[in-house]
């Protein structure tokens, strides 16, 4: 449906998305997640048709839409955006703000496609209401009604939930994942917080400094990242630094772990590997002991911070359960329970 | 217990002070309107009969001629400047506020000089053509088309001023939206721009005619039959103070109705613009012919509204100023100075008492006295002095049967012959310009600002000195300034209410004007135009710096 081509976008002479492609299917919900300034809004305003691409092809059913000196009018792409402040009609009713990219249509086919989304969006009865009388959440149901109301081909989300309380993003989350589902509608969304994207994406692009470093979904994106930024930024966990030993093993601070053969270290590569807290296994049997330096009670389990004892005082995360309470300074025991090994080789670049 | 709070909260020092001001500042509009109980069946029927229909219909086409006229000049304006980009823009912004400081009364006989039989642009046209008297038709500017574009070239800032606002303060999103759902442009500006800025420029549409309704000069000076005239007439010519009054409530009436515009629109304005703060739309690069004509287009109000009428001032007042420049002029210039300035530090003090009042004790009836009060912009300079003169002579004869039965003295007409009652008009006229400065600079001082300072230890009197008058001062000197040029310019009420023998600035220029001697009114309509000009210049300012109350959100 969507596909990107080495896509690049510039501001006068500077470069705020280079290079990027990717592919996204018919129905597929799409996520581009990286922190704030990294591109991601801009490629999303190309897609829409707002920017001009500086480099490569933007195709839309296979159709181009935009390359550097081609480039088709937003009112012709039948690609609809949901802005980040709505951007409802303040002086229309709801209604009128649904049916106003409606077109071809008379007004009971109007009406009959108004109501159906309104029950979609859970607001049935709304019709009549003006924006400013209602909720945030509820502002944006209107918007995204709006935007599907001609049933876009693709439909953009420009951090759909960054206006609204963090208790209400969860549920609206699952609520608009299912309705763009049962609408059977492509999108792509913006956001920062992995939650927001874990919770709403079939595939989820991770975004830094204008390039898109990884595209695929939350499952591979947590377990398998393809660099350091992508480790670090989404879930928890630290690197800690190790070398490849004689036998072609990991030795690191926490024991010696097989490498996969084919990752192309050398013997005597310095190199990282990741812990994540759910990794460190708390456990009174093991010789490795580590000190408690901070610890945050989360209900159902402690999330303590533990410095290890020996080599370096590394620092390293471990998710313990709750019943498990040990008091600042205690020495406890861990082992690391890896089910498979990122390693990295240790040049200090986190992009 | 809480009966008690009740009682405190009602009748303090606050509430005494504030409730007598409002009284007195609001019992001479009070007055106009209680004259209807008083029927004057002989003057009515007069009236009726004769120029009464006269006086509605002319009065009713000049303000809707100048509302239509404002609306099309200024939101044609404030596009232009709110969404193009070009050469000269930045300077067209305030260039284009200019007229402001130009009285009605003084370019519509600057127009009149202009454009008359021996005036420079029919000497032109007979000149170039070769042309006799009769040869040619030309408009005759002493007419109420010419009174409605008069009134227009200097009322269409306050159109253009907020319709410019509303314009750059639609958000980008707005326009994406439409375009994601494939709305054509000119359906997005009909169906989203047009509609979303309408409030504000029926807004400034409404003060403009506000002050069609209110003006006496232009209409005078063009011998139109209007109300203001007619109030003018019925009191001084028929000598009947009552039916004047009866007029200046009909008067009213009338404004009353474009007061309800305004409060709608203001009401609308406000949910329209509710809390949205997203990136403004970014203005078109003009490129081709467009960047020619469009400042092309947003000169000429300016130079038809300010810098011809200027240039043939100057003109005038170049051939005259020699045996202009007298012990009379100076007078002159010391009279309408020091009346001004007292004007403007007593419509200043009553803001300060009424806007802390109001903080202080935010209780209903203060609210409401003080907004009965703000009103007083929209009650025409004529009315307000008819029912001041009506009211002080009358306490002035009581006075002095007072004083001449105990004392056997006669104490003179204290308060309607000085300058008290013009003090009172000007005070209950310009009190909202007076107070929405103070209140804009009030919102700045957060009460929890206040309770901040307590906590840290300050007593009431320190706060005020070293928080509320340094956040202060710069809205209580625009007050100042803008009450003491809006005295300076006005007309109507200082010719009704003036001591005898006391001459002010746009009184002198009025009466030479009205005398035919155009050149000789010159300098002094120069004089008031110069000092018209500053609070142009404030109002740039102001609308150049960022507020600082939004950059403070977010």
Same mark, same amino acid.
């Given at each position: 449906?969507?596909?990107?081509?080495?896509?690049?976008?510039?501001?006068?002479?500077?470069?705020?998305?280079?290079?990027?492609?990717?592919?996204?299917?018919?129905?597929?919900?799409?996520?581009?997640?990286?922190?704030?300034?990294?591109?991601?809004?801009?490629?999303?305003?190309?897609?829409?048709?707002?920017?001009?691409?500086?480099?490569?092809?933007?195709?839309?059913?296979?159709?181009?839409?935009?390359?550097?000196?081609?480039?088709?009018?937003?009112?012709?792409?039948?690609?609809?955006?949901?802005?980040?402040?709505?951007a409802l009609f303040p002086h229309l009713t709801v209604a009128q703000n649904i049916a106003f990219g409606l077109h071809q249509q008379n007004s009971a086919q109007k009406r009959q496609r108004v109501t159906e989304l309104l029950m979609l969006v859970g607001l049935p009865g709304y019709d009549n209401r003006y924006p400013h009388a209602l909720s945030g959440g509820q502002q944006q149901?209107?918007?995204?009604?709006?935007?599907?109301?001609?049933?876009?081909?693709?439909?953009?989300?420009?951090?759909?939930?960054?206006?609204?309380?963090?208790?209400?993003?969860?549920?609206?989350?699952?609520?608009?994942?299912?309705?763009?589902?049962?609408?059977?509608?492509?999108?792509?969304?913006?956001?920062?917080?992995?939650?927001?994207?874990?919770?709403?994406?079939?595939?989820?692009?991770?975004?830094?400094?204008?390039?898109?470093?990884?595209?695929?979904?939350?499952? %591979? *994106?947590?377990?398998? =990242?393809? &660099?350091?930024?992508?480790?670090?930024?989404? $879930? +928890?966990? @630290?690197?800690?630094?190790?070398?490849?030993?004689?036998?072609?093993?990991?030795?690191? %601070? *926490?024991?010696?772990? =097989?490498? &996969?053969?084919?990752?192309?270290?050398?013997? $005597? +590569?310095? @190199?990282?590997?990741?812990?994540?807290?759910?990794?460190?296994?708390?456990?009174?049997?093991?010789?490795?002991?580590?000190?408690?330096?901070?610890?945050?009670?989360?209900?159902?389990?402690?999330?303590?911070?533990?410095?290890?004892?020996?080599?370096?005082?590394?620092?390293l995360l471990c998710l313990a359960l709750s019943h498990h309470d040990h008091p600042l300074n205690e020495l406890i025991g861990i082992r690391l329970d890896l089910e498979h090994l990122i390693v990295f080789a240790d040049n200090g670049d986190d992009s | 217990m809480k009966h008690i709070n009740w009682l405190y909260s009602w009748f303090n020092v606050w509430f005494v002070s504030i409730?007598?001001?409002?009284?007195?500042?609001?019992?001479?509009?009070?007055?106009?309107?209680?004259?209807?109980?008083?029927?004057?069946?002989?003057?009515?029927?007069?009236?009726?009969?004769?120029?009464?229909?006269?006086?509605?219909?002319?009065?009713?086409?000049?303000?809707?001629?100048?509302?239509?006229?404002?609306?099309?000049?200024?939101?044609?304006?404030?596009?232009?400047?709110?969404?193009?980009?070009?050469?000269?823009?930045?300077?067209?912004?305030?260039?284009?506020?200019?007229?402001?400081?130009?009285?009605?009364?003084?370019?519509?006989?600057?127009?009149?000089?202009?454009?008359?039989?021996?005036?420079?642009?029919?000497?032109?046209?007979?000149?170039?053509?070769?042309?006799?008297?009769?040869?040619?038709?030309?408009?005759?500017?002493?007419?109420?088309?010419?009174?409605?574009?008069?009134?227009?070239?200097?009322?269409?800032?306050?159109?253009?001023?907020?319709?410019?606002?509303?314009?750059?303060?639609?958000?980008?999103?707005?326009?994406?939206?439409?375009?994601?759902?494939?709305?054509?442009?000119?359906?997005?500006?009909?169906?989203?721009?047009?509609?979303?800025?309408?409030?504000?420029?029926?807004?400034?549409?409404?003060?403009?005619?506000?002050?069609?309704?209110?003006?006496?000069?232009?209409?005078?000076?063009?011998?139109?039959?209007?109300?203001?005239?007619?109030?003018?007439?019925?009191?001084?010519?028929?000598?009947?103070?009552?039916?004047?009054a009866q007029l200046a409530a009909m008067l009213t009436s009338f404004v009353v109705l474009l007061l309800i515009l305004e409060y709608l629109s203001r009401r609308k304005i406000r949910y329209y613009f509710q809390g949205q703060r997203s990136q403004q739309i970014n203005r078109q690069k003009l490129t081709g012919s467009k960047a020619f004509w469009v400042p092309f287009v947003c000169?000429?109000?300016?130079?038809?509204?300010?810098?011809?009428?200027?240039?043939?001032?100057?003109?005038?007042?170049?051939?005259?100023?020699?045996?202009?420049?007298?012990?009379?002029?100076?007078?002159?210039?010391?009279?309408?100075?020091?009346?001004?300035?007292?004007?403007?530090?007593?419509?200043?003090?009553?803001?300060?008492?009424?806007?802390?009042?109001?903080?202080?004790?935010?209780?209903?009836?203060?609210?409401?006295?003080?907004?009965?009060?703000?009103?007083?912009?929209?009650?025409?300079?004529?009315?307000?002095?008819?029912?001041?003169?009506?009211?002080?002579?009358?306490?002035?004869?009581?006075?002095?049967?007072?004083?001449?039965?105990?004392?056997?003295?006669?104490?003179?007409?204290?308060?309607?012959?000085?300058?008290?009652?013009?003090?009172?008009?000007?005070?209950?006229?310009?009190?909202?310009?007076?107070?929405?400065?103070?209140?804009?600079?009030?919102?700045?001082?957060?009460?929890?600002?206040?309770?901040?300072?307590?906590?840290?230890?300050?007593?009431?009197?320190?706060?005020?000195?070293?928080?509320?008058?340094?956040?202060?001062?710069?809205?209580?000197?625009?007050?100042?300034?803008?009450?003491?040029?809006?005295?300076?310019?006005?007309?109507?009420?200082?010719?009704?209410?003036?001591?005898?023998?006391?001459?002010?600035?746009?009184?002198?220029?009025?009466?030479?004007?009205?005398?035919?001697?155009?050149?000789?009114?010159?300098?002094?309509?120069?004089?008031?135009?110069?000092?018209?000009?500053?609070?142009?210049?404030?109002?740039?300012?102001?609308?150049?710096?960022?507020?600082?109350?939004?950059?403070?959100?977010?």
């Amino acid at each position: 449906m969507l596909s990107l081509n080495n896509v690049s976008v510039a501001y006068q002479k500077v470069e705020a998305v280079k290079d990027v492609t990717f592919e996204l299917g018919v129905g597929q919900i799409g996520c581009l997640l990286g922190p704030s300034g990294c591109g991601k809004t801009s490629l999303l305003r190309a897609v829409a048709g707002f920017e001009n691409v500086s480099e490569g092809q933007i195709c839309l059913r296979s159709k181009l839409v935009s390359a550097l000196h081609s480039h088709l009018e937003p009112e012709k792409r039948r690609v609809a955006v949901v802005f980040q402040d709505y951007a409802l009609f303040p002086h229309l009713t709801v209604a009128q703000n649904i049916a106003f990219g409606l077109h071809q249509q008379n007004s009971a086919q109007k009406r009959q496609r108004v109501t159906e989304l309104l029950m979609l969006v859970g607001l049935p009865g709304y019709d009549n209401r003006y924006p400013h009388a209602l909720s945030g959440g509820q502002q944006q149901r209107v918007a995204l009604a709006r935007a599907m109301a001609a049933k876009p081909d693709l439909l953009l989300l420009d951090e759909p939930f960054s206006s609204l309380d963090a208790e209400l993003r969860d549920e609206l989350a699952k609520e608009l994942r299912a309705i763009l589902k049962y609408e059977n509608t492509t999108a792509l969304m913006v956001t920062h917080d992995q939650h927001e994207a874990f919770a709403m994406a079939d595939v989820i692009g991770v975004m830094n400094k204008g390039r898109l470093l990884q595209w695929t979904d939350a499952y %591979a *994106l947590y377990h398998r =990242p393809v &660099n350091r930024f992508v480790a670090s930024f989404v $879930g +928890d966990g @630290v690197f800690l630094g190790a070398s490849i030993d004689n036998n072609m093993q990991l030795n690191s %601070a *926490l024991g010696v772990f =097989p490498i &996969n053969p084919d990752s192309g270290f050398k013997q $005597g +590569d310095k @190199v990282v590997f990741l812990v994540r807290p759910d990794d460190v296994i708390h456990d009174d049997e093991s010789a490795t002991l580590a000190k408690v330096v901070d610890r945050s009670f989360q209900g159902s389990h402690i999330l303590y911070q533990l410095e290890l004892q020996h080599l370096g005082h590394a620092r390293l995360l471990c998710l313990a359960l709750s019943h498990h309470d040990h008091p600042l300074n205690e020495l406890i025991g861990i082992r690391l329970d890896l089910e498979h090994l990122i390693v990295f080789a240790d040049n200090g670049d986190d992009s | 217990m809480k009966h008690i709070n009740w009682l405190y909260s009602w009748f303090n020092v606050w509430f005494v002070s504030i409730a007598l001001g409002c009284m007195i500042l609001a019992a001479p509009v009070g007055l106009v309107f209680v004259s209807v109980f008083f029927p004057q069946t002989e003057i009515w029927q007069h009236l009726y009969s004769t120029v009464l229909s006269d006086y509605i219909v002319n009065s009713l086409v000049l303000a809707f001629g100048v509302g239509f006229f404002v609306i099309v000049i200024g939101t044609v304006l404030a596009w232009c400047i709110a969404r193009y980009e070009f050469a000269g823009r930045k300077q067209l912004q305030w260039l284009i506020l200019l007229p402001m400081a130009m009285p009605a009364y003084i370019i519509a006989y600057t127009y009149t000089g202009l454009l008359d039989y021996a005036g420079p642009i029919q000497t032109l046209l007979r000149e170039t053509f070769h042309w006799q008297y009769g040869d040619y038709y030309f408009p005759n500017i002493r007419s109420l088309p010419g009174a409605i574009i008069m009134l227009s070239l200097v009322l269409y800032p306050y159109v253009y001023m907020l319709a410019r606002t509303a314009f750059s303060e639609q958000p980008s999103s707005l326009e994406e939206v439409s375009r994601s759902l494939g709305v054509p442009p000119i359906k997005h500006l009909f169906k989203v721009v047009l509609p979303l800025a309408r409030p504000a420029i029926l807004m400034g549409a409404a003060l403009a005619m506000m002050e069609a309704f209110a003006d006496y000069g232009t209409v005078q000076y063009f011998g139109l039959s209007t109300f203001t005239t007619g109030i003018f007439r019925t009191w001084f010519g028929l000598g009947n103070g009552i039916a004047a009054a009866q007029l200046a409530a009909m008067l009213t009436s009338f404004v009353v109705l474009l007061l309800i515009l305004e409060y709608l629109s203001r009401r609308k304005i406000r949910y329209y613009f509710q809390g949205q703060r997203s990136q403004q739309i970014n203005r078109q690069k003009l490129t081709g012919s467009k960047a020619f004509w469009v400042p092309f287009v947003c000169v000429i109000p300016v130079f038809l509204g300010f810098i011809l009428p200027v240039l043939q001032l100057l003109k005038w007042a170049t051939m005259t100023y020699s045996k202009q420049l007298t012990s009379e002029f100076w007078l002159l210039l010391w009279n309408s100075f020091y009346l001004a300035a007292i004007a403007a530090i007593t419509a200043v003090i009553l803001a300060l008492l009424f806007a802390y009042g109001k903080r202080l004790h935010p209780i209903k009836p203060i609210q409401l006295l003080v907004g009965v009060v703000n009103l007083g912009y929209a009650v025409p300079g004529t009315v307000i002095a008819i029912g001041a003169m009506i009211s002080l002579s009358w306490l002035d004869i009581k006075i002095n049967t007072l004083t001449e039965n105990w004392f056997d003295i006669s104490v003179g007409l204290v308060f309607s012959g000085s300058l008290f009652a013009l003090i009172l008009v000007y005070s209950s006229r310009f009190l909202a310009v007076a107070m929405h400065n103070i209140d804009t600079g009030l919102s700045r001082v957060k009460p929890s600002m206040d309770d901040a300072a307590r906590s840290l230890g300050y007593k009431p009197l320190q706060i005020l000195k070293i928080i509320h008058v340094p956040l202060m001062k710069t809205s209580v000197l625009s007050a100042l300034l803008l009450v003491f040029v809006d005295v300076l310019k006005e007309l109507p009420a200082t010719l009704i209410l003036r001591p005898f023998n006391f001459n002010t600035l746009a009184v002198r220029a009025f009466e030479l004007a009205s005398d035919e001697r155009l050149m000789d009114a010159a300098l002094p309509a120069l004089a008031i135009v110069s000092v018209g000009i500053l609070p142009v210049i404030l109002l740039t300012m102001l609308m150049d710096k960022p507020d600082p109350q939004s950059s403070q959100v977010n």
